[in-house]
T-cell receptor, first 111, second 113 residues
């Protein structure tokens, strides 16, 4: 069974203080790893898809990286508007595989 | 272009009742997926419909069912509600399926008393 563990559960940063969010996963074979952002009272918003180890993607202050066992979401010089819950999900290569989400990391950035 | 819409936004039901939730995907999207989100379990996949056919189903009891219409709009039904069904139910649409970029709606907050 696919498993996704995100850590830490919550993270508080000062504005400008860079950090990384971790997503560890266990799958028989990885078809894709996804990062989403969720603001309170809203549905998740797609950020990135990573497909193979070594792949990296960037968007503004966010950079996602992937290894064979985990993914990191690096946040460089965060701003208060980056405060949200960040969700990681994986899909395995098995037939009829489903998206399995982690429980999320709640990021709070103080001005 | 208009995003994914879900109705109603809030629902309060009592145990034993049934409920139907509605989702209108982004125009042109043929895949609609449903998720349950709770503080304890996080976001869990319920099922996915593509062109009116259920393509995939999560590990939920048969009380949870869904369907998709020819215009890609989808409904989800929960029968014989239990207290543990209280959750945020999210609908997501995409062009090909949940392994592509998905666009989520704002969700329906269901409270079972």
């Amino acid at each position: 069974e696919d498993q996704v563990t995100q850590s830490p559960e919550a993270l508080r940063l000062q504005e400008g203080e860079s950090s990384s969010l971790n997503c560890s996963y266990t799958v028989s074979g990885l078809r894709g790893l996804f990062w989403y952002r969720q603001d309170p009272g809203k549905g998740p918003e797609f950020l990135f898809t990573l497909y193979s180890a070594g792949e990296e993607k960037e968007k503004e202050r966010l950079k996602a990286t992937l290894t064979k066992k985990e993914s990191f979401l690096h946040i460089t010089a965060p701003k208060p508007e980056d405060s949200a819950t960040y969700l990681c999900a994986v899909q395995s290569t098995g037939a009829n595989s489903k998206l399995t989400f982690g429980k999320g990391i709640t990021l709070s950035v103080r001005p | 272009k208009a995003g994914v819409t879900q109705t109603p936004r809030y629902l309060i039901k009592t145990r034993g009742q049934q409920v139907t939730l509605s989702c209108s995907p982004i125009s042109g999207h043929r895949s609609v997926s449903w998720y349950q989100q709770t503080p304890g379990q996080g976001l869990q996949f319920l099922f996915e419909y593509f062109s009116e056919t259920q393509r995939n189903k999560g590990n939920f009891p048969g009380r949870f069912s869904g369907r998709q219409f020819s215009n890609s709009r989808s409904e989800m039904n929960v029968s014989t509600l239990e207290l543990g069904d209280s959750a945020l139910y999210l609908c997501a649409s995409s062009l090909q399926g949940p392994y592509n970029e998905q666009f989520f709606g704002p969700g329906t907050r269901l409270t079972v008393l």
